[in-house]
């Protein structure tokens, strides 16, 4: 077997090189030809390329098969792109009929929703974010691309890019959070794992970064919903992570199902045209989201589905996802000149744009290798790395009196929990191949970690939702004689992602309860969270000793959790997303502006908050402990003003006070105090995860250049603006050290 994780290192070296520019789409050489096939094509053929459909899905071994109706279509050069087919076999055979039968031999592109896994099941996306680690992040697309390519698959739809301030909403779980420059980057090396460094790594795949625009924006956190921002809030908070991938190299976008301003993406042509095609300069392809163009219908903006493929094919929706407005609809209307043809030929070029980038017309069987898809699937290398990326995703939250990490020789240990033992959670929300035989559960690697000499017992001692408490007693009796508990507590996989949005956030079933009656009995209690949004957990935060966030993790989950809880890695994971204390106090996010009255905890003011609950988060962004202890000291600036083309050194000191080697995610935030627009309190501009060997200190800098402190201003330049701007720096959204400077201009 090839080895893969070796290219990263020389990957990193070429990106400071070539990824300060923007990667380009267009080739001049490729976009002749194009303009050669488009000037032959007929109408029927173009309206092709610009549809697609889903495969009839597939069954339990993976085997995908075609509608017979959409094999005459291929034939007939009549669709361009398939969604959830792969497998070297079926794609190999269905490109044969596109590049044999078809008049023209324009290959077929295959695309499929590998979020965080096809068969080997990485850690969700929310997890990986939390590891602010841009070595796990890049990996995990980069063997993503190469198993999902050797099993024929061309494009993933993701990286969801979407920033998520609202908990309640299911699709928290795919994506980084809520921080626009920890969500860039991760967008960015998200979109160079997938697509190669610009396809110069074998096995690269189109990236497709979604749901454009602001989707994590639905008011009430409800799936679908509604979309009502400022154009300067759509700038600088929800376009960034987009703005990022695009700027390295992703050829692809999906829009989104949601309305902003009252128009739905899918017919926004001001988001799509305007802001995205011309402003930011797009080359790719836009797909729409699945049957988002039918839908509106009943947005309520089209009458019928051929007003709705006009709307969307003005737009700039390139693809019409399995609603078949653009096959039914599209050729009466450039018949009757109700659609300009060149709208039509500029979407198709954009599709054939995207098949030459991937060489699709050099080689349309470069991923049907049935040898690749053999190799390439769920090896030891890529189920290492799954681990890695999970014990790294782990945030500890609460550490009282050190009681982690667990000695391997203690005496006894109960684990508690219906999640504890379940195979199939932790395959997250986005599973796809991912076979729950392969789950190491958490009992599973307590086992693995533990030898004969530790009695282990295990209890479900209640389910996720159930009520009953038929299994508190056995659980109870057994915390009872154990030396310590192990209680795993959360969510099933299946209550986060798309439309599993939740009116409350709280712990479900009577699993708290559960807690409650075990912590009576016995003090030495570490909670482990599995869930694929925060949640609010008041009453463990307040009693438990020790609480680990461990999101979904993927196939390793048991073995990662287990490294940690025993030491074996000292955990460094950090949120990327605020935990509230209360439902009632979401949208609830760092980054918030100070307004006109901002919070006191002197109840006889008139200021912004609520009368019966803290201002504070129960976990800030930013958050997460470690087995080391770290002092931060000494903030200080190369200088205290500095004009536009200067840089700002930001230094401070570390000091690891413990005895363990440990790894330290340092964080830097700056607020800018004055400006044209109100600006947030504190916005992160710039982390690095630094390696601190115990009793060491160690200094590290950060340089700020005047693009970190730019906006989008009321006419939406980027700019910064002359004033006073505070910096801090810390290991977290709050606790941090203070400096300030002045920007001259
Ligand atoms: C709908 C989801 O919103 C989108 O994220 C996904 O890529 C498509 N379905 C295709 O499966």
Request: charged content about 35%.
């Given at each position: 077997m090839k080895k893969f994780r070796f290219y990263f290192t020389l990957l990193l070296f070429a990106n400071t090189c070539l990824f300060a520019q923007k990667v380009k789409l267009i080739n001049s050489k490729t976009e002749a030809t194009i303009d050669s096939i488009i000037s032959i094509m007929t109408i029927e053929e173009k309206i092709g390329q610009i549809n697609q459909y889903s495969a009839n899905w597939w069954d339990f071994n993976g085997v995908c098969t075609v509608k017979p109706e959409h094999l005459l279509l291929i034939e007939k050069g009549e669709v361009g792109s398939f969604l959830n087919i792969f497998g070297a076999d079926i794609t190999e055979k269905l490109q044969k009929i596109a590049v044999t039968k078809s008049r023209l031999k324009i290959p077929l592109l295959f695309a499929l929703d590998v979020i965080h896994g096809f068969k080997t099941t990485f850690p969700v996306p929310l997890a990986e974010a939390s590891s602010w680690d841009m070595d796990i992040i890049f990996n995990s697309a980069r063997y993503q691309a190469i198993e999902a390519a050797s099993n024929g698959v061309h494009w993933t739809f993701n990286p969801m890019v979407d920033i998520a301030r609202d908990p309640r909403w299911g699709r928290i779980v795919e994506g980084a959070g809520e921080d626009p420059y920890l969500g860039s980057q991760i967008a960015k090396y998200r979109v160079l794992g997938y697509q190669g460094n610009n396809f110069t790594l074998p096995f690269s795949i189109f990236a497709c970064p979604k749901h454009f625009a602001a989707y994590g924006a639905v008011e009430g956190g409800r799936d679908y919903n509604t979309v009502d921002i400022s154009e300067t809030t759509l700038f600088n908070v929800y376009l960034p992570p987009f703005i990022s991938a695009l700027n390295n190299g992703a050829g692809t976008l999906m829009c989104s199902f949601n309305e902003i301003g009252s128009i739905p993406s899918s017919a926004n042509k001001h988001l799509l045209r305007d802001i995205l095609k011309t402003k930011l300069g797009f080359e790719g392809l836009v797909v729409s989201d699945w049957n988002s163009i039918g839908e509106l219908i009943n947005h309520g903006i089209a009458l019928d589905s051929k007003d709705a493929a006009i709307l969307s094919i003005n737009a700039g929706v390139d693809i019409d996802m399995e609603s078949n407005s653009y096959f039914n609809n599209l050729k009466e209307l450039i018949n009757t000149n109700k659609i300009d043809i060149k709208i039509i030929n500029d979407a198709v070029k954009r599709v054939l744009r995207v098949k030459f980038a991937l060489g699709l017309f050099e080689n349309p069987f470069k991923y049907c290798n049935k040898s690749d898809e053999k190799q390439n699937t769920l090896t030891t290398e890529m189920i290492d790395f799954s681990r890695e990326s999970a014990k790294k995703s782990i945030v500890l939250l609460k550490n009282n009196d050190n009681i982690l990490p667990l000695k391997k020789d203690i005496k006894s240990i109960a684990i508690i929990g219906y999640l504890a033992n379940s195979k199939k959670n932790p395959l997250g929300s986005w599973e796809q191949l991912g076979d729950s035989n392969n789950v190491v559960t958490l009992l599973e690697g307590i086992k693995n970690k533990l030898n004969n000499s530790t009695k282990i017992d295990y209890s479900v001692g209640c389910f996720i939702t159930d009520s009953s408490r038929k299994y508190f007693s056995e659980a109870i009796e057994l915390s009872k004689n154990s030396d310590y508990v192990i209680l795993n507590i959360g969510e099933?996989?299946?209550?986060?992602?798309?439309?599993?949005?939740?009116?409350n956030i709280n712990i479900p079933g009577i699993q708290e309860e559960l807690a409650k009656e075990i912590y009576k009995v016995n003090k030495n209690l570490i909670v482990v969270l599995s869930n694929g949004r925060p949640l609010t957990i008041n009453w463990l935060s307040e009693n438990v000793p020790a609480i680990l966030e461990t999101w979904f993790l993927g196939l390793q989950s048991g073995n990662a959790i287990a490294d940690v809880i025993f030491g074996d890695y000292n955990p460094s994971g950090k949120l990327p997303v605020t935990f509230p204390?209360?439902?009632?106090?979401?949208?609830?996010?760092?980054?918030?502006k100070n307004t006109g009255r901002p919070s006191s905890n002197d109840l006889t003011q008139l200021t912004s908050r609520y009368t019966d609950l803290s201002s504070s988060p129960l976990y800030p962004f930013g958050y997460g402990l470690s087995y080391s202890t770290y002092k931060y000291s000494n903030?200080?600036?190369?200088?205290?003003s500095l004009n536009e083309s200067d840089s700002l050194k930001v230094s401070i000191d570390i000091e690891n006070l413990s005895n363990r080697d440990g790894n330290e995610i340092v964080q830097l935030y700056i607020q800018d105090i004055t400006a044209s627009l109100t600006r947030p309190v504190k916005e992160l501009k710039a982390f690095r995860k630094v390696f601190i060997p115990a009793n060491s200190k160690t200094t590290i800098s950060f340089t700020l250049k005047n693009d970190d402190l730019a906006f989008y201003n009321n006419q939406l330049e980027f700019v910064s603006e002359a004033g006073n701007f505070k910096v801090f720096v810390g290991t977290n959204s709050e606790e941090v050290l203070v400096n300030s400077f002045e920007l001259i201009k």
């Open positions: 099933d996989s299946k209550m986060t992602g798309e439309a599993k949005s939740k009116s204390r209360s439902t009632g106090q979401i949208p609830f996010y760092y980054n918030h903030l200080r600036l190369d200088k205290k």
